[in-house]
Nanobody, 116 residues
Framework: QVQLVESGGGLVQAGGSLRLSCAASGSIFNLMYMGWYRQAPGKQRELVATITIGGVTNYGGSAKGRFTISRDGAKNTVHLQMNSLKAEDTAVYFC??????????WGQGTQVTVSS
């Protein structure tokens, strides 16, 4: 089993910044990558960004140029730095981790609200 604990969500004004963190624990010895997805009310969950254990990143269209994903391998933690936030970034942000043994695991989600 893989456990994911997210932190850093909250309320911010448009144009502001937030940093989300996600710590992985448990059976992560064959971790392949971690990432962030988000889901706004009435919408499907969408990719924000992922990062492999080798540091290769992939961003969803809404995140490119404004968000940066990074990984602290020693702590099995990923961070999502979000800048120039917009009202449309308001969503629940979910951390995920993919391992060879257990496939995809999800965190409980953290709310990000951007006021305009």
């Amino acid at each position: 089993q893989v456990q994911l604990v997210e932190s850093g969500g909250g309320l911010v004004q448009a144009g502001g910044s937030l940093r989300l963190s996600c710590a992985a624990s448990g059976s992560i010895f064959n971790l392949m990558y971690m990432g962030w997805y988000r889901q706004a009310p009435g919408k499907q969950r969408e990719l924000v960004a992922t990062i492999t254990i080798g540091g290769v990143t992939n961003y969803g269209g809404s995140a490119k140029g404004r968000f940066t994903i990074s990984r602290d391998g020693a702590k099995n933690t990923v961070h999502l730095q979000m800048n120039s936030l917009k009202a449309e970034d308001t969503a629940v942000y979910f951390c995920n981790a993919v391992t060879k043994s257990f496939g995809t695991s999800w965190g409980q989600g953290t709310q990000v609200t951007v006021s305009s």
